[in-house]
């Protein structure tokens, strides 16, 4: 009973240090490698960033359409591979559409106080080609 409740609580912790990571992992590659432009569509793959106020952030999968540069709707993923559109006003901290910078929305904020930024994963930038080194010869 001890080893099961050891491991639910590893389990649990390891979750938690994921969702806390979740966000943070997907800014750090977007600044290191850079996107690639959003152009107005429906994105059908993205990474929607929920920032709850216990400091903790939930990463879920979802689609949205863009249209002049800004996002206008949003749709969330379920398990069931079905979406539902995301009903709630959303909006900037300028009580504005939110725009996109390098693949990732600015903070989108629901009257309600919800937060999340959303990422357009299919756009980050391909790793960098490392050259690649040889080995000399034991004989020289």
């Known amino acids: 009973m001890k080893k099961k409740l050891l491991f639910l609580t590893l ?3 390891g979750f938690n240090s994921y969702s806390q ?3 943070k992992k997907l800014e750090d ?20 960033s929920f920032f709850n106020q216990d400091g903790t952030v ?13 996002v ?3 749709f969330l993923q379920f398990e069931d591979n079905t979406y539902e559109l995301y009903e709630k ?3 900037n901290v300028k009580k504005q559409a939110p ?7 600015e903070m989108i904020i629901t009257p309600d106080g919800e937060r999340f930024r959303i990422i357009f994963i ?7 080609k490392e050259l690649k080194e040889v080995a000399l010869p034991d004989d020289l």
């Open 11 to 13: 389990l649990l912790i």
């Open 21 to 23: 990571d979740c966000f």
């Open 29 to 48: 590659a977007f600044a290191k490698r850079g996107s690639l432009t959003v152009a107005d569509a429906m994105h059908n793959n993205v990474i929607i």
């Open 58 to 70: 939930n990463c879920v999968a979802g689609k949205v359409r863009v249209e002049n540069g800004t």
């Open 72 to 74: 206008v709707s949003v």
């Open 89 to 91: 006003k959303f909006y």
């Open 99 to 105: 725009t996109i910078n390098n693949g990732i929305t």
């Open 122 to 128: 299919e756009k980050l930038k391909p790793k960098h």
